[in-house]
């Protein structure tokens, strides 16, 4: 059979296919960054702009554990993934590879005001963006999130217990030792996807999340670790 495509889905599907070249682009720039690091090299940042030459928005996910009084920040999430990818279908690095340390103690204390101003017992998870130096709440869950378990897993601690312990009256006090293990070891999540489910227009990453599971990759650095 003969596909006839309209005007309109021509269009259409030529913007998807430009906005996927620029993806392309952005993800070879990455895996350079990759390359260097595991060469050694002392500059292996992620790029500050995209393809477009525009400045670069990076997003990253703070989860924390509140008593309702007090606030223990259980790991700083930065996504791999340009801003507008939905979180469940972004890799993301633990601990951060750029933001500055400014930023994380304003996204750190902004948590902790959040937090407490909400009365959340239990888990709590914070999304932000930042471009230019400026850091923007993007929303607050005072719930759970799938990436609990990464979290768990690369700070070696119980994160989910404590949360549950939390819920059930006790306080952060109560917790015992809380000091994260894997120092100086980087943790990458990366996300799982039925590829045999998707059509080619759905392979193309948006703010509709795709994938069914994640995977956790461990390194010495970001490089090794991608």
């Not at 030459?53 to 259980?74: M, P, Q, S």
């Not at 549950?164 to 809380?178: A, F, N, P, Y």
């Not at 948006?206 to 069914?212: D, N």
Request: aromatic share 4%; proline share 4%; net charge neutral.
């Amino acid at each position: 059979p003969v596909t006839v495509h309209t005007a309109t889905q021509s269009r259409v599907n030529t913007a998807e296919l430009a906005r996927f070249e620029r993806m392309l682009d952005a993800a070879d720039a990455a895996c350079e960054v990759a390359v260097k690091c595991r060469q050694g090299a002392r500059s292996c940042e992620l790029p500050t702009d995209d393809a477009e030459g525009k400045l670069r928005v990076v997003l990253a996910t703070i989860h924390a554990l509140c008593d309702g009084e007090d606030v223990y920040i259980a790991g700083i999430m930065e996504h791999i993934e340009e801003a507008g990818v939905h979180s469940g279908d972004s890799a993301c690095v633990i601990p951060p590879v750029t933001l500055s340390a400014a930023n994380r103690k304003e996204m750190i204390q902004t948590t902790t005001r959040v937090s407490k101003a909400l009365g959340v017992v239990g888990l709590v998870n914070v999304q932000y963006a930042v471009q230019g130096g400026v850091v923007y709440v993007l929303e607050v869950n005072p719930r759970a999130s799938r990436t609990v378990p990464y979290v768990a897993k690369a700070t070696g601690l119980p994160i989910a217990r404590f949360a549950t312990r939390l819920m059930l009256g006790q306080k952060l006090s109560d917790l015992g030792d809380l000091t994260k293990r894997g120092a100086g070891m980087h943790f990458i999540k990366a996300p799982v996807f039925p590829w045999r489910r998707f059509t080619v227009r759905d392979v193309v990453l948006g703010p509709e999340m795709h994938s069914t599971g994640e995977v956790m990759g461990v390194g010495r650095s970001f490089g090794e670790t991608h």
